[in-house]
């Protein structure tokens, strides 16, 4: 049975604290929007499907339980007011995940769709679509594994039936049951690897400076019995050189917090790293994306806003007190430096791999390779966004190239920009 990050039934939420993993399991409840934006912004939750989910249902649960007397005024468009108040506060919680971004535009677009009926149905359509949500983020990690798993498998010739065929694969940062509702993005393709009898060794990486990695993958992999090697972020060239032939590694997978309409995608720091070190090892680079996370408004990574962390996660580390036997004494916690206090830092949460470094970007409605341009095409995998979102640009620029001929001007193509002709 997979971890589960998150825990609710209708007017309840609990949320696993991951700070205390892998020493301590602990559940906050979450029964208001600040405990949500509080829980997100203090990475008790994280991972963007997750994040998502636990705005979504910790908003859901304070209107279930405050019902809509908590609604200043009696109209439906009170309601609505009231809603998009919380969620434009809550959207502030973490600013580089686009999942969290897309979730907020689908609870507006559900509550104004109610129309001009009673505050309690807004309420109502709110918290049903937060659950929604919810579920249908399992199946979309389910589907994300399964088009995955093939995609590797006919990529490297990997065969159940033949041992010496079965793949090794590394991952970077959690993208788990403990990022999501269920199952995970990358770290759902190893499973669904594992359970297809195609995959022999997963390795993780440590993902200075939060140890993501460290404390959640690798516990992640242990608790399934996936046959698994941690490794520090700087190991993971040597890796690629002296181990790939004898474990047969074939690709590295990571999620994604950010997809933007080329293919440039923002993951946990480190990532841009490992993908520049897999094409020149030759080894397949592959993102685990939801569509949630695919940011078609965004042009390219240079529109990315990345977030940066407080200082103290690189120069510090707390945790639990390891006996003089080896064993962990989970009640004793401590705080330590691992540098002199006084240095500066700099500390971004991600970074940005360009599209031309990405193999594959596994979705759930299948898996969209990069072109032979260098970049990506989503319109197959989320055709009805793609023309609300581009093609509605593609007309306006269109227009505007028909008034520049007109009145003497020119449009740039890319930007309509008007210059001289």
Request: net charge negative.
């Amino acid at each position: 049975m997979s971890l589960q990050a998150v825990r609710y039934s209708r007017g309840r939420l609990e949320v696993l604290d991951q700070l205390r993993l892998p020493h301590e399991f602990h559940y906050d409840v979450v029964a208001t929007r600040a405990d949500a934006f509080d829980s997100i912004a203090s990475m008790r939750v994280r991972g963007a499907p997750a994040i998502a989910i636990v705005a979504s249902l910790g908003l859901a649960v304070e209107l279930h339980n405050a019902g809509a007397g908590a609604v200043s005024g009696s109209s439906a468009a009170d309601a609505v007011a009231y809603i998009d108040e919380a969620l434009d506060y809550l959207k502030t919680s973490r600013p580089t995940a686009v999942d969290l971004t897309n979730a907020i535009d689908r609870l507006k677009a559900r509550t104004r769709a109610v129309g001009d009926s009673s505050k309690d149905d807004v309420v109502a359509a709110f918290i049903e679509e937060a659950e929604a949500i919810f579920e249908r983020d399992l199946q979309t990690n389910l589907a994300i594994g399964e088009h995955g798993a093939e995609w590797l498998r006919t990529r490297t010739d990997a065969a159940s039936d033949d041992e010496s065929k079965t793949i090794s694969v590394l991952t970077h940062c959690n993208t788990g049951s403990l990022a999501t509702s269920g199952h995970g993005t990358a770290l759902g393709i190893i499973r669904t690897l594992r359970d297809k009898k195609l995959l022999r060794h997963a390795f993780c990486t440590e993902t200075r400076p939060y140890n993501q990695g460290s404390r959640l993958t690798a516990f992640e992999l242990v608790y399934e019995d996936i046959p698994a090697t941690l490794i520090t972020d700087s190991m993971a060239a040597a890796l690629f050189r002296t181990r790939r032939a004898e474990t047969n590694l074939a690709a590295v997978i990571v999620g994604a917090d950010r997809v933007v309409r080329n293919g440039d995608t923002a993951n946990k720091i480190g990532t841009y790293q490992l993908a520049v070190l897999a094409r020149h090892h030759g080894l397949r680079f592959v993102v685990a994306a939801p569509t949630t996370s695919i940011d078609l408004e965004t042009h390219n990574g240079d529109g990315i806003k990345i977030e940066e962390r407080k200082a103290s996660e690189l120069t510090q580390v707390t945790g639990a007190v390891i006996r003089d036997d080896g064993t962990v004494d989970q009640a004793r916690k401590v705080r330590v430096a691992t540098a002199d206090q006084r240095v500066g830092v700099w500390n971004p949460a991600f970074d940005v791999t360009p599209a031309e470094y990405i193999d594959a970007i596994v979705t759930e409605k299948g898996v969209v390779e990069r072109g032979p341009d260098g970049v990506f095409d989503f319109s197959q995998v989320m055709p009805e966004r793609w023309v609300a979102i581009v093609g509605k640009e593609e007309e306006q620029r269109a227009n505007r190239a028909r008034l520049g001929a007109k009145f003497g001007t020119a449009v740039r193509a890319d930007t309509g920009a008007p210059g001289p002709l």
